[in-house]
């Protein structure tokens, strides 16, 4: 039973490009959170999808869009990217539901020059 | 906006002793839930804690939530070296899955 998944492990981007993220969720998950952790800070949760929508989004502005596919996995797109932008982005499914646990993934470190 | 507060933010601790971690909100939350997250790891869930206040043992790890369902406590006893890495409080209000999560406590053990 895998568990959760992502896509690429590391990336190098210049500043102003444009990036994609990949998350496959663990088996019976149905929802995936993506959440951005910048140096010795907490996860900053971005947005969560469920049933290809997105149900909540954090503090993040329009640079950061998803999209959920009918397998459930999800992407994380962002553009125009920041040197501030440099951080590990984390995924997280969990099964649809009131206070189910989330799984992390192992997370793609984006650094951006 | 809800925050979520965590203090200390470095625990140097003696192998073998005991060190508590704890975490505030400024809200009441509807659940809180622990991670331990190792240096260059992902963070991992230990544990969720939902009814006001509830403790759970792992081990030699105890976690409560508060009466109020704001604030949460870790400890842990005899502090072994694998217990190295930053634990991480995360709380939840509206059970919908958008964890709040604190800085961390960054735990150091010396051997």
């Known amino acids: 039973d895998a568990g959760v998944t992502q896509s690429p492990t590391h990336l190098i981007k210049t500043r102003g490009q444009q990036v994609t993220l990949r998350c496959s969720p663990k088996s019976g998950h149905d929802t995936v959170s993506w959440y951005q952790q910048a140096l010795g800070q907490g996860p900053q949760f971005i947005f969560q999808y469920y049933e290809e929508e997105e149900r909540q989004r954090g503090n993040f502005p329009d640079r950061f869009s998803g999209h959920q596919f009918p397998n459930y996995s999800s992407e994380l797109n962002v553009n125009a990217l920041l040197l501030g932008d440099s951080a590990l982005y984390l995924c997280?499914?969990?099964?649809?539901?009131?206070?189910?646990?989330?799984?992390f993934g192992p997370g793609t470190r984006l650094l951006v020059l | 906006g809800q925050q979520v507060m965590q203090i200390p933010q470095y625990q140097h601790v003696q192998e073998g002793e005991d060190f508590t971690t704890y975490c505030n909100s400024s809200t009441t939350l509807s659940n809180i839930q622990w991670y331990k997250q190792r240096p260059g790891g992902h963070p991992v869930f230990l544990i969720q804690l939902v009814k006001s206040g509830e403790v759970k043992k792992q081990k030699r790890l105890t976690f409560q939530f508060g009466e109020a369902k704001k604030n949460s406590s870790l400890h842990i006893t005899a502090t072994q070296t694998t217990d190295v890495g930053t634990y991480f409080c995360?709380?939840?209000?509206?059970?919908?899955?958008?964890?709040?999560f604190g800085a961390g406590t960054q735990v150091v053990v010396t051997p």
């Open positions: 997280a499914s969990s099964f649809a539901g009131v206070q189910e646990t989330q799984y």
């Open positions: 995360a709380g939840e209000k509206d059970s919908w899955g958008k964890l709040q």
